[in-house]
């Protein structure tokens, strides 16, 4: 079926540093691509919608210049959290849309990202 | 404005039957979808709902009513490694990301 991979899964950094996130989707082909936040026992929040070969849209009160996201391929988008703060840590996940195939419209994960800042 | 509400948290048994019910509403509908989700782990596909009705699938159904905004999942033979956060997500366009609820913790205990 359908994978889509992210990398890291685990990532400690000091604060005032910049992460990237790698979301790939591994054997299908993704013009969009979602990046959800998750704090602890909450649900995921959208972040921002990664669009291939253009700007991503950002969610109300999502800072655009504090979480780049590009979306370079088909096949990968990628979210950097710079200068990085305490209060940033959260698991980051990202998803995508398969366009056919399997369930319509469902929407694959990939297995998160655990940032912790320092 | 988009709202998808279910319970916090919910107790049951081994072997004993279970109901999750979420209620929507969001300015549109492209279809409803169930996600478990253990600590530390990105969330699991169970089920789809695009049209009203029941949709089975092994131990798990879920269930679909566009005109009241309302689903349920169903978990039976409830066993332990159920126990899990299970999500409530609504699409309300095709082609756009899923609308999350703040997700049911479900503790099956012996």
């Known amino acids: 079926g359908a994978v889509v991979s992210q990398h890291p899964s685990r990532v400690i950094c000091k604060s005032g540093t910049s992460v990237k996130i790698e979301c790939r989707s591994l054997d299908f082909q993704a013009t969009t691509m979602f990046w959800y936040r998750q704090f602890p026992k909450q649900s995921l929040m959208l972040m921002a919608t990664?669009?291939?070969?253009?700007?991503?849209?950002?969610e109300q009160g999502v800072e655009k210049d504090k979480f780049l996201i590009n979306h370079a391929s088909l096949t990968l988008s990628t979210l950097t959290v710079t200068s990085a703060h305490p209060e940033d840590s959260s698991f980051y996940i990202c998803s995508a849309n398969r366009a056919s195939g399997g369930v319509a419209g469902e929407l694959f994960f990939g297995e998160g990202s655990r940032l912790t800042v320092l | 404005g988009q709202n998808i509400d279910q319970p916090t948290e919910m107790t049951a048994t081994e072997g004993a039957i279970v109901q999750i019910n979420c209620t929507y509403q969001t300015s549109g509908f492209n279809g409803l979808f169930w996600y478990q989700q253990h600590a530390g782990e990105a969330p699991t596909f169970l089920s789809y709902?695009?049209?009203?009705g029941l949709e089975e699938k092994g131990r798990f159904s879920s269930f679909l009513s566009r005109s009241k905004g309302y689903s349920y999942l169903l978990l039976k033979e409830l066993q332990m490694k159920d126990s899990a956060s299970y999500l409530c997500?609504?699409?309300?366009?095709?082609?756009?990301?899923?609308?999350f609820g703040k997700g049911t913790t479900l503790s099956v205990s012996s």
């Open positions: 997500a609504v699409r309300d366009q095709a082609g756009t990301a899923l609308i």
């Open positions: 990664s669009n291939e070969g253009s700007k991503a849209t950002y």
């Open positions: 709902n695009v049209l009203d």
